[in-house]
């Protein structure tokens, strides 16, 4: 196995929170209608499409057309999207923090879009720590697309087969392990500091 080089974070769910059920729990009280408002509204298919690039105008003006009814909890999404980011993971944070003041080659690759991540940033100093990062929302692809880590590649000349790539979708782990990165699956600080220090990084 290469020595790895490169390490690459995911943001939402490896080192902040993301729920949207935290402002809609208030907006759709009832439980079960704000499942149906998520499986047939404002899905993850939907939202998607705004990493990928799509404007919240244009966005909120297509699910308007077919759900008049629900027009103020659609808009609501982008309107209270700072509460669904509440708070940064510490011990993760930590740990990247740790690894860039070690001297690693940190970068960062995340499905966003453009606007709310510049609002994450000026929330969160620490995101503006790594060397950089590739925003799906900017460029117009979205993990686990094979094109956004070949660009994330040529965008910071990483050498794949040296890139650790830290995710918490089991998708995106394998998509980046298709595009000849190594990879790892987060589910909690305490196993990502030790699938590290498997891998013979310390910070």
């Given at each position: 196995?290469?020595?790895?080089?490169?390490?690459?974070?995911?943001?939402?769910?490896?080192?902040?929170?993301?729920?949207?059920?935290?402002?809609?729990?208030?907006?759709?009280?009832?439980?079960?209608?704000?499942?149906?408002?998520?499986?047939?509204?404002?899905?993850?298919?939907?939202?998607?499409?705004?990493?990928?690039?799509?404007?919240?105008?244009?966005?909120?003006?297509?699910l308007?057309?077919?759900?008049?009814?629900?027009?103020?909890?659609?808009?609501?999404?982008?309107?209270?999207?700072?509460?669904?980011?509440?708070?940064?993971?510490?011990?993760?944070?930590?740990?990247?923090?740790?690894?860039?003041?070690?001297?690693?080659?940190?970068?960062?690759?995340?499905?966003f879009?453009?606007?709310?991540?510049?609002?994450?940033?000026?929330?969160?100093?620490?995101?503006?720590?790594?060397?950089?990062?590739?925003?799906?929302?900017?460029?117009?692809?979205?993990?686990?697309d094979?094109?956004?880590?070949?660009?994330?590649?040529?965008?910071?000349?990483?050498?794949?087969?040296?890139?650790?790539f830290?995710?918490?979708?089991?998708?995106?782990?394998?998509?980046?392990?298709?595009?000849?990165?190594?990879?790892?699956?987060?589910?909690?600080?305490?196993?990502?500091?030790?699938?590290?220090?498997?891998?013979?990084?310390?910070?």
């Amino acid at each position: 196995m290469t020595e790895i080089r490169h390490i690459v974070f995911d943001i939402g769910r490896v080192l902040i929170h993301y729920d949207p059920n935290i402002p809609f729990s208030r907006l759709i009280p009832d439980a079960e209608e704000r499942k149906w408002f998520f499986d047939n509204v404002c899905t993850h298919d939907w939202n998607i499409e705004q990493d990928r690039g799509r404007t919240w105008e244009e966005a909120e003006a297509l699910l308007i057309a077919d759900h008049p009814d629900h027009a103020e909890n659609i808009r609501g999404f982008r309107r209270h999207w700072h509460e669904m980011v509440p708070h940064a993971y510490d011990d993760s944070v930590a740990i990247m923090l740790g690894l860039i003041e070690s001297g690693h080659d940190v970068t960062m690759l995340t499905n966003f879009a453009s606007d709310t991540l510049a609002e994450a940033r000026e929330r969160f100093d620490f995101l503006n720590r790594p060397r950089g990062v590739t925003i799906s929302g900017e460029i117009g692809m979205i993990k686990p697309d094979r094109g956004i880590y070949d660009h994330h590649v040529a965008a910071f000349g990483l050498e794949p087969s040296a890139t650790l790539f830290i995710d918490d979708s089991q998708k995106n782990v394998d998509g980046a392990k298709a595009a000849g990165w190594q990879s790892v699956l987060f589910t909690d600080a305490e196993t990502l500091q030790a699938d590290l220090e498997r891998l013979g990084i310390k910070a």
